[in-house]
């Protein structure tokens, strides 16, 4: 696998990515990354990797303004149900928010609200899969493994750019 670090207004990421689609897009601080770096012997610094120039590219994009969905070939590794909430995930609007409990509904498991909120939490793919547009119930910030600050920042930055779409 390989992978590179890049800059981002939120501070680095490190995005890896194989032959089958990128697999992980997350800050270099957050739990994930860490193991993921530790195991640096295992992967290959490659950031001219055409698959993670793509990434840096439509991000780039997206910080700027200019880019408000994302087309890249995604392979991240999870359970069934993690690949349904993240699939899901990708269904909410650039800009919007929904809560865990319709996010369940949505998958048509309406009771599935904290197993729902797991697996968003276990999202490897950062900003791209919008784990950052669930909120609480009461309309309030939670759980985003970037940390809240970043989350706050990813949806007012959507809000700031939402009129140019």
Known sequence: MKYALFDSPLGPLLVTA????????????MPDAVRLLSLE??????????????????????????????DLPLAAQGTVFQQKVWAQLSTIPYAETWN?????LALGQPTAARAVGMAN???PLSI???????????QKLTGYS?????????LEHERR?????
């Open 41 to 70: 012997h295992l992967l290959t610094n490659d950031p001219a990797d055409p698959a993670i120039l793509q990434v840096k590219q439509q991000l780039t994009d997206y910080f700027a303004g200019r880019c408000n969905q994302f």
């Open 121 to 123: 939490g276990r999202n």
């Open 100 to 104: 865990y409990g319709q996010l369940a």
């Open 18 to 29: 194989s032959a089958q689609g990128v697999h992980h897009i997350l800050f270099e601080d």
């Open 146 to 154: 970037g940390g809240l600050e970043r989350k706050a920042w990813l």
């Open 128 to 138: 791209v899969v919008p784990c950052h547009r669930v909120i609480g119930k009461n």
């Open 161 to 165: 750019y939402l009129q140019s779409y």
